[in-house]
């Protein structure tokens, strides 16, 4: 079955550091997903990427979608505290399944 | 803010209790999920639906049953809880290809 892999697990960064995480899937994507969970939260929708190459902005926050549709990133510009949080990218396979895989997460720590 | 209801949201319940955690949504959404969760880990699928009287299992193993008769509710029940049930909860529901909407979350602790 399909696989999302996310990585790093963890990332500790001080407060004004850039911050990435990476999703890659084992087979292509309709589209990806990111999500944000803060501590003692519920995952939150952030962003949804469809289209090859494609590349979205929200404030410091830089999404990629890779060409091949199989993997995408997350980039933070000078980090804050309150982006504090477990990052989880979500795959979502085409055809008729629409199954949306998650990755692991990423846990961003921030010391301010 | 997506409206998806979780109740309840904290529980505590001894070993053999049978319990239903809630989860309802109004948004009409055909697709519902339930996902378990440990402290800081990733999310598991147990339980979906793509529709009413439709229900499969996810991708981790799990002792809990769901059900989907009306399209907003989507109970799922453990007829006798154990302790490495203890986790937390999490309900969600969606349309085809779009995002999924959390809901708060049930934490459950089985003594």
């Known amino acids: 079955g399909q696989q999302v892999m996310q990585i790093p697990q963890y990332q500790h960064v001080q407060e004004g550091e850039d911050f990435t995480t990476y999703c890659n899937s084992s087979?292509?994507?309709?589209?990806i997903q990111w999500y944000k969970q803060r501590p003692g939260g519920h995952p939150v929708f952030l962003i949804q990427?469809?289209?090859?190459?494609e590349v979205k902005k929200q404030k410091r926050l830089t999404f990629q979608f890779g060409e091949a549709k199989k993997n995408s990133s997350l980039h933070i510009t000078a980090t804050q505290t309150t982006d504090v949080g477990t990052y989880f990218c979500?795959?979502?396979?085409?055809?008729?399944?629409?199954?949306?895989?998650f990755g692991k997460g990423t846990l961003l720590t921030v010391n301010p | 803010e997506a409206d998806i209801y979780q109740t309840p949201r904290y529980l505590v319940i001894g070993t053999g209790k049978k319990i239903t955690l809630e989860c309802s949504q109004t948004?009409?959404?055909?697709?519902m999920y339930w996902y378990q969760q440990d402290p800081g880990m990733e999310l598991h699928l147990i339980h979906y639906?793509?529709?009413?009287?439709?229900?499969e299992k996810g991708d981790l193993s799990s002792e809990s049953t769901v059900s989907r008769i009306r399209t907003e509710h989507f109970p799922l029940t453990l007829e006798s809880a154990r302790p490495s049930h203890t986790s937390q909860y999490l309900c969600?529901?969606?349309?085809?290809?779009?995002?999924?909407?959390f809901g708060p979350g049930t934490r459950l602790l089985v003594l």
């Open positions: 979500a795959g979502l396979e085409g055809g008729s399944n629409y199954k949306l895989t």
């Open positions: 990427l469809v289209k090859s190459g």
């Open positions: 087979t292509t994507l309709s589209n």
């Open positions: 948004m009409g959404h055909d697709k």
């Open positions: 639906s793509y529709g009413v009287n439709s229900t």
């Open positions: 969600a529901s969606g349309l085809l290809e779009e995002t999924q909407y």
